[in-house]
C-alpha cells in the first residue's frame, strides 16, 4: 500500500504564499507523474498543475505565473509554491501520484488534502 500525506495549507491572505507539500511511502518501486488538484465548495475537482518525472510541468491558466509545482524524487515528494494567493484560490488541495509498486503494478493514489483559505 501506498499513503500521500499533505502539508502546508492553512489560511493566508490575499497576496500572500503558501507551499504544499506532499509525501509518498510505502510499497514504492518508482513514482511517474505526480499533481495538484483542487475542490472549491459546489464546484468539481479541478487539476491545478502536473509534473513529469523528468520535470517537465503544465498548469490551469489561473494559476500560471503565481504558482510552481516541483519534486523531489529522492524524496517522494511533490511540491506546490503559490504565490500571489486570491480568494478565489480557496480550495481543499489534494496530491495525486501514479505509483508502481513493481516494475509492472501501476495504480494512482490521492492524499486526504489540506484547506487553503485567502481572506482578509
Known amino acids: 500500500q501506498v499513503q500521500l500525506v499533505e502539508s502546508g495549507g492553512g489560511l493566508v491572505q490575499p497576496g500572500g504564499s503558501l507551499r504544499l507539500s506532499c509525501a509518498a511511502s510505502?510499497?514504492?518501486?518508482?513514482?511517474?507523474?505526480m499533481a495538484w488538484y483542487r475542490q472549491a465548495p459546489g464546484k468539481q475537482r479541478e487539476l491545478v498543475a502536473a509534473?513529469?518525472?523528468?520535470?517537465?510541468?503544465n498548469y490551469v491558466d489561473s494559476v500560471k505565473g503565481r504558482f510552481t509545482i516541483s519534486r523531489d524524487n529522492a524524496k517522494n515528494t511533490v511540491y506546490l509554491q503559490m504565490n500571489n494567493l486570491r480568494p478565489e484560490d480557496t480550495a481543499v488541495y489534494y496530491c495525486?501520484?501514479?505509483?508502481?509498486?513493481?516494475?509492472?503494478?501501476?495504480?494512482?493514489?490521492w492524499g486526504q488534502g489540506t484547506q487553503v483559505t485567502v481572506s482578509s
Open positions: 495525486n501520484a501514479g505509483v508502481y509498486s513493481d516494475r509492472h503494478k501501476y495504480a494512482a493514489y
Open positions: 510505502g510499497s514504492i518501486f518508482s513514482i511517474g507523474a
Open positions: 509534473i513529469t518525472r523528468s520535470g517537465s510541468t
